[in-house]
């Protein structure tokens, strides 16, 4: 099983983060270099991804008192592995931190994969006002896009929908923040 450590990315991760996103057919051009501060990455150990280190990443833009989980991406390679599962969970940790209290998505064809992590399907009319105004809600993502919510605190509070995935994904951010 391929294991890699989550992150926070840096400056010098933009290309390989859009160059990830671009692969999968995920919008980029709304994303800038200073974007990167909403990703957390995953690197994969040395020598397991030739040409890349990068293999995962996904974002929280903080949007008032939520958030948008946007760009969540893990190299075709390593799909169906759990890397996508510990990547969302490592957004929500940081989201909570920052005391967001829901997080809000748009997506075209992975909404089996985000029900298991404990999103729900909304009308796309009933995301708040501040979300729906942003470009990934008013140009980027088509309007057949389902939108799904997940609220932090449902997160905290039915701890059984947290894998061993989000222990393991909240030591790899503390490391990489004590490192």
């Not at 800038?32 to 293999?55: L, N």
């Not at 946007?70 to 599962?85: F, H, I, K, Q, Y």
């Not at 039915?158 to 790899?172: C, G, L, M, T």
Request: include cysteine; charge should be negative.
């Amino acid at each position: 099983m391929h294991r890699a450590v989550l992150r926070d990315a840096q400056p010098g991760d933009y290309a390989a983060i859009t160059a990830l996103l671009t692969g999968a057919g995920l919008p980029v051009d709304d994303l800038s270099p200073d974007d990167v501060r909403w990703f957390v990455v995953a690197q994969a150990d040395a020598g397991e991804a030739a040409g890349c280190t990068i293999v995962g990443a996904g974002a929280v833009q903080p949007i008032g008192e939520n958030g948008l989980l946007r760009s969540v991406v893990v190299a075709p390679a390593l799909r169906s592995g759990g890397l996508g599962a510990r990547l969302v969970r490592a957004l929500e940790t940081r989201a909570g931190a920052a005391g967001l209290a829901a997080l809000y998505l748009l997506t075209g064809d992975a909404q089996a994969f985000f029900r298991t992590l404990g999103y729900q399907t909304i009308d796309r009319g009933e995301a708040p006002e501040a979300m729906r105004a942003s470009a990934q809600f008013a140009s980027i993502c088509p309007s057949s896009a389902t939108c799904m919510v997940r609220t932090l605190a449902d997160a905290a509070r039915y701890p059984e929908r947290i894998s061993a995935d989000v222990v393991e994904a909240q030591r790899d951010l503390e490391k990489e923040k004590r490192s």
